[in-house]
């Protein structure tokens, strides 16, 4: 009877026929070079799994308690050649498992420009990548193209046969900019830039997220990406400059604040240094850039004022963080809860108002909630006192 049920059952499979198992079927040279690596790996380790597996059910069924004919030689120890068979097979396997590895991964390294449109065909040569800055923000992508001065939210197209060079950051907390049917997910941090290069074989529209979970709004960090032959991305890129909105450092922090579903937008201009001001933490005008900190460290620096007036320089958070509450724009209306005001600290927080006085250590409370940072040299000591000079300071 219960093999009946089963057999009723079977029919419905066929329903998965209408399903599209991207990773296993992409449309980029870069994901289809991962897919096979990812089918050669798995058969190279089938190759001792399944073996094992039926050895495992031959043995239980041959040597079991009711077969009397089967051989039974219980001081029976060793077996050369088993042994050779035993280490020998899962050594080539690594050894080819390797070699598999190392090869892959510097062919599919994503800071690597990529070598060919596809299998049968290389990159020209003096062809130029589409370069694309992308910005993970709460909740949303934004996308700069630089060399065609326009920007997008939750949108991004690129011509078929042309490679890509994703420049990446983030301007909140860490993402990852995925295209499964492009290529692997990378990673987004503020104040890191990482890379990603790929290319793109097929027209169509395909899905975009965030692999890594980033907060209330996350599952719907999604935006379509659109492979378009080269006539219809011109017109693409022309419909844009046609947009209502330009995109500057005020309208980049205004587009900042959390928010959910949001939908796609266009931007006609953008400000040509906007994505370095967000790579450096300092779209407002008021905060350090973090590669101006760099090149004060080169030089020495100095000590006293000009120093503590660098630190708050670089306090790029702490009035985000201190507030303590959750930004009505990520909640409500835009998902129906209700903003999170705490009037008690997290557990592990301590607001500042309930700081403690102690200042064991050579530990100084900052203004952010239970951030405490060993003092800074160069910085006034609650006695007045001031230490020797610091890296991170002005050197005016």
């Known amino acids: 009877m219960r093999l009946l049920r089963f057999l009723g059952l079977l029919p419905l499979f066929a329903l998965l026929g209408g399903c599209d198992y991207v990773i296993l079927n992409p449309s980029g040279d870069v994901a289809l070079q991962e897919r096979n690596l990812i089918l050669a790996s798995t058969g190279l380790m089938l190759l001792i799994i399944l073996p094992v597996i039926a050895a495992t059910a031959l043995f239980a069924w041959r040597y079991r308690a009711s077969n009397t004919k089967a051989a039974y030689a219980p001081d029976w120890n060793h077996s050369t050649q088993l042994e050779v068979l035993i280490w020998t097979a899962p050594l080539l396997i690594i050894i080819a498992l390797g070699a598999l590895t190392w090869i892959s991964t510097h062919t599919l390294d994503p800071f690597r420009p990529v070598g060919r449109i596809d299998a049968k065909r290389a990159v020209p040569t003096g062809t130029k990548p589409l370069v694309i800055d992308a910005v993970s923000l709460d909740w949303k992508w934004l996308f700069i193209y630089p060399e065609q001065g326009i920007a997008t939210v939750n949108a991004v197209a690129a011509p078929v046969d042309q490679p890509i060079e994703f420049h990446i950051t983030s301007g909140t907390v860490m993402n990852t900019l995925f295209i499964p049917a492009l290529a692997g997910q990378i990673y987004a941090m503020a104040g890191m830039e ?41 017109a693409w890129v022309e419909n844009a400059k046609h947009a209502d909105m330009k995109l500057d450092a005020a309208k980049y922090e205004e587009l900042s604040k959390p928010s959910e579903k949001v939908r796609p937008q266009f931007y006609a201009t953008v400000q040509p240094d906007l994505f370095n001001k967000i790579l450096n933490m300092c779209v407002d005008a008021n905060k350090m850039c973090e590669d101006q900190m760099m090149a004060i460290d080169a030089t020495g620096g100095v000590a006293g004022e000009k120093g503590a007036e660098n630190r708050e320089k670089l306090i790029y958070d702490g009035a985000k963080l201190s507030e303590g509450n959750e930004a009505p724009g990520a909640t409500f209306p835009a998902s129906g809860r209700a903003p999170n005001t705490l009037k008690t600290a997290p557990q592990g927080i301590e607001p500042s108002g309930m700081a403690t006085q102690s200042n064991e250590g050579g530990v100084q409370k900052d203004d952010v909630q239970g951030r405490g940072k060993p003092h800074m040299d160069g910085m006034p000591m609650d006695d007045g006192k001031a230490n020797p000079a610091p890296a991170q300071i002005n050197p005016h």
């Open 194 to 234: 990482t890379k990603l290069a790929a290319v793109m074989n097929k027209e169509g529209t395909f899905d975009g997220f965030s692999g890594m979970y980033s907060g209330a709004g996350f599952s719907d960090m999604k935006f379509k990406f659109e492979s378009l032959q080269p006539e219809a991305f011109a």
